[in-house]
């Protein structure tokens, strides 16, 4: 038996959640490694959070995007494309 995954439109409660999977994918990282790194730099998240997020169903806070920029090997400029 395999398991559908489900497909639901994105939500609206952050901007940055479909970049930061974009970011993530390019670099090869799957959501469970990504999730490790950011629990190395402190950030408290789990799997299911870091999916909420990227799908922007999860508001992400001030240091959590700390975290995600340097996870990701980048400042938060380059995060937030500006």
Request: net charge positive; glycine share 8%.
């Amino acid at each position: 038996m395999t398991m559908k995954t489900r497909q639901l439109p994105p939500g609206d409660a952050n901007l940055l959640g479909e970049r930061i999977a974009a970011l993530r994918n390019a670099r090869g990282l799957s959501q469970k490694d990504f999730v490790a790194r950011l629990q190395v730099l402190g950030c408290d998240i789990t799997q299911t959070g870091v999916s909420k997020l990227e799908c922007r169903r999860r508001q992400i806070t001030d240091y959590e995007l700390r975290a995600i920029a340097a996870a990701l090997g980048m400042d938060m400029n380059t995060l937030f494309d500006i």
